[in-house]
């Protein structure tokens, strides 16, 4: 089982690595199986897993919206 503990120091060694790193470096090895993934620097990645993440809570908000009939956020 995943523990929160793992989980948080997973996301400290990430932030950290993410703190040295220059948001313009592109990986230092990509893997053969990628080859119609193009290899993007640090910036466009951390947005792509921005972009997604919120891509699939909105799903996920979506779904439980269709089961419980619960609207969090109405605009209009």
């Known amino acids: 089982m995943f523990a ?3 989980r948080s120091s997973a996301i400290a060694k990430a932030d950290a690595i993410i703190a040295a790193t220059p948001l313009d470096a592109m990986p230092k090895w ?3 199986f990628f080859n119609d993934f193009p290899a993007r620097p640090l910036r466009s990645t951390i947005l792509h897993v921005i972009t997604e993440t919120a891509c699939h809570a909105g ?7 269709l089961t419980d009939g619960t609207q969090w956020l109405v605009l209009g």
């Open 4 to 6: 929160l503990s793992d």
């Open 59 to 65: 799903h996920l908000d979506a779904a439980r919206e």
């Open 30 to 32: 990509w893997p053969d």
